[in-house]
């Protein structure tokens, strides 16, 4: 791993801190085979980052090298094998309330209505129905799925299964977005608009996000600063790049992407 040259911004207002975290699984015990057999898959090798507050963090790297472990980890959904996650300055343990997930292909619960899945959140804090039903009606209005709040999520477009996966993670007012690689499955022009939409929430709301995202041109179009990871079983941080604010159509556009590219050797 490269050293990682931290800026006085970073060490000053890090919201999500990581310091050596590794993730391995323990493999069940009918796939060991013999004694010398592995007994766990190391999926992240000793990883530390800041991630700062108020800013867009991206963490890229190829399939296979680790991002669904770490953004499951920060959540509190996986204990990580070794190290510290510190939120706030304080120890993560456990679910945070005040941490929206938006995760890999939505996971949106296909037997509950639109409104029922927007609403998870605050049902599983035991916030009475009344309470729900307004909070959700109003956030269902401002991301465009009112009228769609008694459909099922099969009948969703892409554009809108995202918002709604947004609008859940959202509804309980965090302060901490994390984001797993939630435009993937989007088509180009879906994808800039949510993208946009993004910014536009991330502002309104003062959120600090962490986005995984497979693509070099989100990363340097949303991002701040970008982690690289390289590598897999176990993946590990290769270069944490900062990025300037840019329009889509700025001219630095493509000398950034071809460092990020250079760094993941694609
Ligand atoms: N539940 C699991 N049990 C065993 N290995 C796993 C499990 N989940 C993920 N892995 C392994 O950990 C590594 C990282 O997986 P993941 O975090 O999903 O990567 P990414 O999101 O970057 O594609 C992969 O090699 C994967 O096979
Ligand atoms: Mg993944």
Not at 37 to 55: D, I, M, W, Y
Not at 75 to 80: D, K, M, V
Not at 144 to 163: I, T
Not at 209 to 222: C, W
Request: one cysteine or more.
């Amino acid at each position: 791993m490269t050293a990682v040259p931290w800026t006085a911004s970073a060490l000053n207002d890090s919201m999500v801190e990581l310091r050596d975290l590794t993730i391995d699984y323990a493999l069940p015990r009918r796939f060991f085979g013999s004694r010398s057999a592995p007994q766990s898959v190391p999926a992240l090798a000793p990883f530390t980052a800041r991630f700062e507050r108020g800013k867009i963090s991206a963490v890229i790297g190829p399939s296979g090298c680790g991002k669904t472990s770490l953004i499951h980890a920060i959540a509190g959904l996986l204990r990580p094998s070794s190290g510290g996650i510190f939120i706030d300055g304080r120890a993560q343990k456990g679910i945070r309330e005040n941490t929206g997930v938006i995760f890999q292909h939505f996971g949106l619960l296909p037997w509950k209505t639109v409104e029922a899945n927007a609403e998870l959140p605050l049902k599983i804090m035991k916030v009475k129905k009344p309470e729900r039903r307004e909070r959700s009606g109003k956030l269902l209005e401002e991301f465009g799925l009112e009228e769609f709040r008694r459909l099922y999520p099969h009948k969703l477009s892409g554009g809108m299964k995202q918002r709604l996966a947004a609008a859940r993670a959202l509804i309980s007012g965090p302060d901490l977005l994390l984001m797993d690689e939630p435009f993937s499955s989007l088509d180009a022009l879906s994808r800039e608009e949510a993208q946009d939409f993004l910014l536009s929430i991330k502002e309104s709301r003062s959120l600090t996000v962490i986005l995984i995202t497979h693509s070099i041109e989100e990363a340097v179009y949303l991002s701040d600063t970008v982690y690289v990871i390289t590598g897999k079983n176990p993946g590990a941080l290769a270069a944490r790049v900062d990025m300037p604010r840019m329009e889509r159509d700025d001219s630095r556009f493509p000398g950034l992407s071809g460092r990020l590219r250079n760094l993941l050797g694609a």
